[in-house]
């Protein structure tokens, strides 16, 4: 697995890993430290998804020329993401634990089962499929990035 994608299976970890913390809170009842946890949560979320959205996905889909096959299925996945994610937020911010660890669990469930698609599906894809990957997802270079070594 080249750099590039171990990095993109790193973040999976830092999301996964601030999401229990954000619930163990919640079991605690501690809801000012589960509304930090989630704020992290989302931010390392979004911009996973923008790494995605904005270089990976269409780095794939000029290599390929793949518009409507697994990166449509994965922009899907990430709309269904967001809106759990929302609606956890939404009861965390109203104080309403029990209502969050269910979106929660929900949550959970959808981004294992997301990552388990990127990590054994999309992303071999890509690592085949996209050349120079750590360039296009401006990861791993000790180049100046000026040129066109990456």
């Known amino acids: 697995m080249s750099q590039a994608m171990m990095q993109l299976v790193k973040q999976h970890t830092e999301c996964d890993d601030q999401l229990n913390r954000c619930e163990a809170a919640l079991h605690k009842g501690d809801i000012a430290s589960a509304g930090?946890?989630?704020?992290?949560?989302?931010?390392?979320?979004?911009?996973?998804?923008a790494l995605e959205e904005n270089k990976l996905f269409p780095a794939f889909e000029k290599a390929t020329g793949m518009t409507n096959g697994p990166t449509e299925v994965m922009r899907?996945?990430?709309?269904?993401?967001?809106?759990?994610?929302?609606?956890?937020?939404?009861?965390?911010?109203?104080?309403?634990?029990?209502?969050?660890?269910?979106?929660?669990?929900?949550?959970n469930v959808l981004i294992q089962q997301h990552n388990v698609k990127e990590e054994n599906v999309l992303y071999p894809m890509c690592g085949g499929s996209v050349p120079n990957l750590e360039a296009v997802l401006g990861m791993g270079s000790t180049c100046c990035g000026s040129c066109s070594c990456g």
Do not use: K, M, V
């Not at 930090?36 to 998804?49: G, T, V, Y």
């Open 76 to 107: 899907g996945e990430h709309a269904e993401i967001r809106s759990l994610r929302d609606e956890a937020y939404a009861a965390i911010e109203a104080n309403q634990p029990e209502q969050a660890l269910a979106a929660l669990d929900t949550l």
């Open 36 to 49: 930090r946890n989630f704020r992290l949560f989302s931010e390392f979320l979004d911009s996973h998804f």
